[in-house]
């Protein structure tokens, strides 16, 4: 089965005095597969999820997406992506952002008027007549998934895609990540919440300082008898710097 | 050319729902407006109380130097409104998109940063011409109730020459403000823009013989003439400043008419209309921010 993204050998730094901010990622994700990238944060995760959106280059490195560049507008037509803190044009409505985008991915009116409506209503926006500037972040991140699904991709992508959102909000995104995969969509998880995580992916990386650390089915990284969130912690605090401990004023403080 | 569409018409009502936007064009219709309005009270004030004596100018010579200087204030005042515009909506049109985030969206779909730039600057052309028209036209309105002066037709191509020099400036400050933050972009745009116009004008005096014929100087001078924007005009200021001349050496009895300027010095000190090279330079200038825009838009990483 062809994969849907590659990412051979990546890295990326920002600036040429920077350290790398991905430094030789490698992982392949198929049709219908669940992946979760995991990581502390400025892992490299949002770095990575980018390059494959064609949003930044890569610096070293192979990424294809659907065998093509991701800097090629083609090569994105299939794809999805909800990122991290999502942002629209402010002064538009919730109706229009997504009239906006459907012209963007090509799709004709008939199928405009079908798919809008029924996004809004799955993302609770569709009684929604403010403008973009006057939505709250968990609206923002709920219009960001309604967009990223709207021209029903085959490469989902979610960047952090729960952080603001409300219980309700996270089950129905779990149960969409679910109706996806089983209809051959393969999606991209990049989240902190790993029991999220846990519940939904098939296959998971795990990042720190930009490196791989550890890389396979749910099954291989978390080992019978323990959970995801043990094994993130020992594998990124075993390969974290050394960190400062509570600041001298907490700990006056304690012994007050 | 789905992509340059969806971008030009999501970004236009964008723009119309900007309130700067709004707010700069009350401004400048209110500012026509009361142009106009106090033109008619400050003419009919003065008819009432100088037209009695036996030195007495002729009320029809009096009213047409109100009205033009009518005209020349319009002029001025369309360009000072076009201008603001131009830095109204250089300054949001593309910045805020990246600035926001909102860009992540837009090019995670399926379409290039040439067609997102050409539908950005496609929309801001459209908007800008729209507003600056509006105005123009009430503007034409005025003349129409106050008296044109005879430039009518004159003041319609300053109108175009002044939409092309606001055009020039909003694209330059389009394309920094995909470099820098949009304040400091419309500040080095204001620089340079002001830096242009002192050298296009010094070089008009240099044409006119009025610098001297120091060789450095005039090598010089068409260098830098060069390498800045040169703003195109219409040949009203100096029809406007023709029609003045003739009207106050017809009124001015006290000179003798030997040492009167002529005709010929008054109009050699303005500017005339651009000429094709003027154009063409235009046309290139405009290409150039156009394409530096785009090249910004395409180097982001968002």
């Known amino acids: 089965m062809a994969a849907v993204v590659s990412v051979e050998g990546l890295r990326k730094r920002y600036r040429s005095r920077d350290p790398w901010a991905v430094d030789g990622v490698s992982f392949a994700l198929e049709p219908g597969q669940a992946f979760g990238l995991l990581g502390p944060n400025g892992a490299g995760k949002s770095t990575v999820v980018k390059i494959i959106a064609g949003l930044l280059r890569p610096g070293e490195g192979k ?8 800097g090629n507008p083609m090569a994105r037509q299939d794809l999805g992506f909800a990122p991290e803190d999502p942002d629209f044009p402010k002064f538009l409505r919730a109706t229009e952002v997504l009239d906006y985008f459907a012209s963007l991915l090509g799709l004709d009116e008939d199928e405009r008027k079908r798919r809008i409506p029924e996004t809004l209503a799955f ?15 968990g609206m923002k991140q709920r219009l960001g998934i309604a967009q990223a699904i709207l021209g029903r991709p085959k490469l989902l992508i979610l960047d952090e895609p729960t952080a603001d959102l ?15 995969k089983a209809s051959g969509v393969a999606v991209l998880l990049n989240s902190h919440l790993l029991s999220e995580v846990e519940l939904v992916c098939d296959t998971v990386a795990i990042l720190a300082r930009g490196r791989v650390l550890k890389e396979g089915t749910m099954a291989e990284v978390v080992p019978e008898g323990r959970n995801l969130e043990d094994v993130f912690v020992e594998l990124v605090q075993a390969n974290a710097p050394p960190r400062d401990q509570l600041p001298s004023f907490i700990k006056e403080q304690d012994k007050s | 050319m789905n992509g340059t569409v969806a971008v030009a018409r999501y970004t236009l009502v964008e723009l119309s729902r900007r309130r700067i936007l709004l707010v700069f064009f009350i401004i400048g219709a209110l500012g026509i407006a009361l142009i106009g309005i106090g033109l008619k009270v400050f003419s009919s004030a003065f008819n009432n109380v100088v037209i009695s004596g036996p030195t007495a100018p002729d009320p029809a010579k009096l009213q047409r130097a109100f009205e033009l200087g009518f005209v020349n204030d319009l002029i001025g005042a369309l360009g000072f409104f076009a201008l603001l515009i131009a830095f109204g909506i250089g300054m949001t049109v593309i910045y805020h998109d990246l600035d926001s985030g909102a860009a992540i969206s837009i090019f995670s779909k399926p379409v290039s940063r040439a067609a997102f730039t050409i539908g950005k600057v496609a929309a801001a052309v459209i908007a800008m011409i729209a507003i600056v028209g509006v105005l123009s036209i009430e503007a034409r309105l005025m003349m129409l109730f106050f008296g044109t002066g005879g430039l009518g037709e004159a003041l319609w191509i300053e109108t175009v020459a002044q939409v092309a020099n606001a055009l020039t400036v909003m ?6 403000s995909t470099w820098m933050n949009n304040i400091v972009a419309a500040i080095v745009a204001f620089v340079y823009n002001t830096v242009g116009g002192f050298v296009v004008l010094l070089h008009s005096q240099l044409q006119a013989g009025f610098l001297g014929d120091n060789q450095i100087l ?20 100096r029809q406007i400043a023709l029609a003045q001349f003739d009207l106050f050496s017809s009124l001015d009895t006290s000179t003798p008419r030997g040492q009167r300027p002529s005709a010929d010095q008054i109009v050699s000190s303005i500017p005339g209309a651009s000429g094709a090279g003027d154009i063409i330079w235009w046309v290139f200038v405009v290409c150039l921010f156009a394409g530096l825009a785009y090249y910004a838009v395409r180097r982001r990483q968002v």
């Open chain 1, 63 to 70: 990424v294809t997406l659907f065998g093509s560049d991701p």
């Open chain 2, 218 to 237: 005039k090598v010089g001078l068409n260098i830098v003439y060069w390498l800045v924007p040169h703003q195109l005009m219409s040949d009203a200021r």
């Open chain 2, 171 to 176: 694209l330059l400050v389009m394309a920094l």
């Open chain 1, 166 to 180: 409300d219980p309700l909000g996270r089950r129905d995104v779990r149960a969409l990540i679910d109706q996806l």
């Open chain 1, 123 to 137: 993302a609770g926006l569709d009684k929604e007549r403010r403008q973009i500037r006057q939505f709250s972040k």
